[in-house]
């Protein structure tokens, strides 16, 4: 384990820290909530985050394990497309965005328009979820354990959304399915793996009602 | 402004194929966007069934093997009727019948202010001698980014490609981009549909993925942008370039996102753009990761902390408020801040928008180059032209006004074999360069395109020479607004530029006391 407290430095000198000492090490790192855009364009390493953390973390994350062990600031995953990112406390504000693939698991809340334009992503949140949660999704998975905002799913295209808890109201050109056998198991293979005490069975399926909600 | 009705279409039947041995030839039918041409299927006879709808592009014309088709315009109209031109009636019945506003592609149409009523000050006995031409150098590179990234960009002459999209584009047509930015020492750009692994090499002027054999000198660059849709966009694509442009917007339709429509989402741009084939791919209007300056900043700082400091970042503008918007990108930490102008050009978008929507061109460079010199940048953040410029004397023009360098999209598609049509969103593209289909793809070599396009590049810089030369200076970045004259009040009112013969700005920019004011925020 290699320790890092980033107390009076900046991104630059911070971040290649981290890339030259992430070698099949798991890399700690305490005082960053002041950095933004930590832990940026990984593609493989362990690494903790002691405390919380600013805006952007883990942003183009391309195969590494991150785990922070408060909450993060906005944005948090921003433009992933590979690993995970661990958040044991609440998310800011749009936290998934833009992902293409990787996890992002959020234990506590999660801001607005999180995972908004998920391409490919799996995204679980075990608390609640802000307003305009997963807007304009293209693809990939939105878990939320417990309550959602208004225009949840807005514009969905592609993917699946599970939700537990309710919703203030569903965005345009969505659905509410019933779960299938195959969702069931998927999520209980989630919650199972990610510890998060809920299950399947209070969960509803929400689905694109067009492809084309747009331009005819 | 709509095209509708406003050209006159007739076919000599008297030499045309079809009509003396119908079903022989049906190629106006095959290739009119719209729908001109009528083929009976029975009969095989062709009849001009539409011509209301008819935009001059003149592509059948061309095609014609007889040469048997006029299209001549339906100017009068415009005199005798207007406004309730025919086109303007036509366009309300469309959306009277079907409830659907017009899309379309390519750029403005009809008379805006542009660099035309601008003319060049030579060089005579006051000021200056004229340099030579032929016999002496004029330098013409443009540095990007030198003094804060490990690998600036040395364009060899003050040229960009701007962002066109795969998607938007054919793969020929990205391909030719590349090579013929390869071939004139100058920036190709991705666009926001994710990167083709050849534009990877060939921008950089090598024929394979090992960047073993230089093919084309002196080899070029390629921009990666960053757009609000990022499609494709991962850690490796943000380095697969020699820069990062963050596009704010566009001159075609600034304030809203890229438009491709699901007919062009093919199985390759799926895979590039990394979404569902047919899906519309429809990038937001804003950033959502972006909610203040603040936030700006911070991106440009993981941009560059993912790309190891090595390159540049250039801002791209749609035509706002030039100054403050020009000012918020020095703030952001711009290395080179593209602005386009009203004229700019797009693969798609609502009629209304490009025809209406953004500042002149001309009207864009003053307040930008203002805003760069409040800074204390001018010359430093370098500052690229788009929108509308045609040739060399359009970039003279813009590199007087105090731009650092230009870019050129629809004259670019020109230069592949574009004659304008304005269908570019249908995919139907008869050059091949908007569409993604194989068999009209077919039709664009990207090795002759690239070279039309080097071809294009050095006429126009040789252009920019001559006149750079005639009025005195051997270096581009040596112009100045003294090397140009208004020659109309209108032009000398929104560019600040002398009135010829007057030979002064007009009052209102001598008494205006100093910076342009208001961000648009709060009304002000």
Not at chain 1, 19 to 32: M, Q
Not at chain 1, 118 to 146: P, Q, R, W
Not at chain 2, 229 to 240: E, L
Not at chain 2, 386 to 397: A, E, H, V, W
Request: aromatic share 8%.
């Amino acid at each position: 384990m290699e320790k890092i407290n980033a107390k009076g430095k900046d991104l630059k000198e911070i971040n290649q820290a981290i890339k030259a000492c992430i070698n099949g090490r798991r890399v700690v790192i305490s005082g960053v909530s002041q950095l933004h855009g930590l832990a940026a364009g990984l593609k493989y390493g362990d690494v903790l985050i002691d405390g919380s953390a600013g805006d952007y973390l883990g942003v183009l994350n391309d195969g590494a394990a991150i785990e922070v062990a408060e909450d993060t600031g906005n944005y948090a995953a921003d433009n992933m497309t590979g690993g995970t990112l661990i958040v044991r406390g609440n998310a800011g504000y749009g936290a998934g965005q833009y992902c293409y693939g990787g996890r992002l698991v959020v234990y506590g809340d999660a801001g607005d328009f999180t995972g908004t334009m998920n391409k490919g992503a799996t995204i679980i949140v075990a608390g609640d979820i802000g307003d305009e949660a997963g807007t304009y999704m293209l693809d990939g998975e939105l878990i939320v354990a417990g309550n959602a905002g208004k225009n949840f799913a807005n514009f969905l295209i592609h993917g699946d959304v599970y939700i537990g808890g309710d919703w203030e109201n569903l965005g345009h050109n969505t659905k509410v399915e019933p779960l299938s056998q195959e969702d069931a198991s998927k999520l209980e293979n989630y919650f199972r793996s990610y510890r998060i005490e809920t299950v399947p069975a209070n969960f509803k399926k929400i689905t694109a009602a067009s492809e084309k909600p747009f331009y005819k | 402004m709509s095209a509708i009705g406003a050209y006159c279409v007739s076919v000599d039947r008297g030499i045309c194929l079809n009509a003396s041995m119908p079903g022989k030839c049906a190629t106006c039918a095959e290739v009119c966007p719209y729908g001109v041409y009528a083929l009976d299927p029975v009969t095989g006879e062709m009849t001009i069934k539409n011509y209301n709808a008819c935009v001059g592009c003149r592509i059948c014309a061309e095609f014609c093997p007889v040469n048997a088709i006029r299209i001549n315009p339906a100017e009068s109209e415009y005199i005798s009727r207007y406004p309730w031109t025919f086109g303007v009636i036509e366009e309300i019945h469309h959306k009277a019948q079907t409830g659907e506003y017009l899309l379309r592609g390519f750029g403005t149409q009809g008379p805006t202010p542009n660099f035309d009523m601008i003319t060049v000050v030579p060089s005579q006995i006051a000021s200056e001698p004229p340099r030579d031409k032929y016999r002496e150098e004029c330098d013409m590179e443009v540095l990007i980014g030198e003094d804060t990234c490990d690998k600036p960009i040395r364009l060899k002459l003050p040229f960009v490609w701007p962002a066109m999209s795969f998607g938007a584009l054919s793969k020929e047509a990205k391909m030719a981009l590349a090579i013929g930015a390869a071939m004139t020492g100058t920036a190709a750009n991705t666009g926001e549909g994710g990167v083709l692994p050849e534009e990877i090499w060939f921008s950089r002027g090598y024929t394979n993925e090992g960047f073993s054999h230089k093919e084309w000198e002196p080899g070029g660059y390629l921009v990666v942008q960053w757009s609000t849709g990022r499609w494709g966009v991962s850690v490796d694509y943000v380095n697969s370039g020699d820069a990062v442009e963050v596009k704010i917007g566009q001159g075609a339709k600034p304030g809203m996102g890229g438009h491709l429509l699901g007919a062009k989402v093919t199985e390759d741009v799926a895979r590039v753009r990394g979404i569902p084939v047919g899906s519309d791919a429809l990038s937001p209007c804003r950033y959502y990761d972006v909610q203040t300056l603040e936030d700006m900043k911070h991106m440009v700082a993981f941009l560059r902390d993912v790309t190891g400091y090595q390159y540049p970042i250039f801002f791209k503008l749609g035509p706002s408020r030039p100054y403050a918007d020009v000012a918020a990108c020095i703030e952001a930490g711009a290395d080179a801040i593209s602005i386009d102008g009203l004229v700019g050009g797009t693969g798609c978008s609502p009629d209304i928008v490009t025809q209406g929507v953004g500042i002149p061109t001309i009207a864009c460079i003053p307040p930008a180059v203002q805003a760069l010199k409040d800074y204390g940048v001018h010359r430093k953040v370098k500052l690229i032209a788009l929108g509308g410029i045609r040739s060399g004397l359009d970039s003279f023009k813009a590199l007087a006004m105090g731009a650092d360098a230009v870019g050129f999209g629809s004259a670019a598609e020109v230069a592949l074999g574009c004659r304008v049509c304005y269908a570019c969103h249908k995919g139907n593209c008869p050059y091949g360069i908007t569409s993604q289909k194989p068999e009209l793809r077919a039709r664009l070599d990207p090795l002759e395109g690239g070279q039309r396009l080097a071809n294009f590049l050095h006429a126009t810089a040789e252009e920019i020479k001559i006149l750079t030369m005639l009025s005195g200076h051997n270096r581009i970045a040596d112009l100045s607004p003294e090397d140009l004259r208004a020659m109309d009040l209108n032009t000398a009112a929104l560019t600040g530029l002398k009135l010829a013969g007057y030979d002064r700005p007009l009052p209102i920019w001598e008494m205006g006391n100093g910076k342009p004011s208001g961000n648009g925020k709060d009304g002000k």
